[in-house]
């Protein structure tokens, strides 16, 4: 990866240890509800930089099967105990099923797949966090309140295509530097998921 510069990728868990910061399941899975409910649960298992060392992933969580397995809250989750345990401004990349986000040599990302009628769904999500809008109750055993004006995190979504679709600098995750797709901002009310355009 970093001498070689060759191409390379994974799916499914070998997606989830791309990231610097990985959820490695080891104790078992983890469902958005249980994360929302409890961002301490036994199933938060969060790795920091202790593996792999992908070009401009070392600061970025994954996660995958997004929308089929319902991960958008668990993703908030992962943000915000890396923030409270390991004191990083992380960012999230999270993809569908048969969706692909590949990232150029200068850290430009474009999302491949296949969105059908049949299949109305293949997105990617670059997700990210400020500094100035923490978890208002971020604790063990209670449901997560992080709303922040309901702008408690920002979310870029980019529908993907054959020929690679939007634009995302993965490199600085500027606003101004992503094209092709929408933002939303979500948040967290009692430990609910919510979401609007932006």
């Known amino acids: 990866m970093n001498e070689k510069k060759v191409p390379f990728g994974s799916t499914s868990a070998g997606c989830a240890i791309l990231g610097g910061f990985y959820y490695s399941g ?11 409910a409890n961002p301490y649960h036994t199933n938060v298992t969060l790795y920091n930089n202790d ?14 099967h997004y929308l089929t397995r319902d991960r958008e809250g668990r993703s908030v989750v992962f943000l915000g105990r890396i923030n409270k345990d390991f004191s990083v401004q992380a960012k999230c990349i999270a993809v ?4 692909a986000v590949c990232i150029d040599k200068d850290g430009m990302a474009k999302v ?5 009628v049949t299949r109305p769904y293949s997105y990617a999500y670059f997700i990210s966090s400020d500094a ?15 709303n922040n004006n309901e702008k408690a995190v920002s979310v870029y979504e980019i529908q993907a295509s ?9 490199a600085t995750f500027k ?7 929408k933002w939303y901002a979500w948040w967290i009310d009692n430990g609910v998921l919510n979401k609007k355009d932006q």
């Open 26 to 36: 080891e104790t078992g899975g983890l469902t958005s509800a249980q994360a929302l």
């Open 51 to 64: 593996f792999l060392k992908v070009p401009y992933l070392q600061n970025v969580i994954t996660d995958q």
């Open 96 to 99: 569908d099923e048969r969706t």
């Open 112 to 116: 491949f797949g296949d969105d059908s």
């Open 132 to 146: 100035g809008k923490q978890p208002e109750q971020f604790e063990a055993n209670q449901k997560v309140n992080w």
């Open 162 to 170: 054959v020929n690679g679709g939007g634009s995302f600098n993965v």
């Open 175 to 181: 606003a101004n530097e992503a094209s092709g797709g």
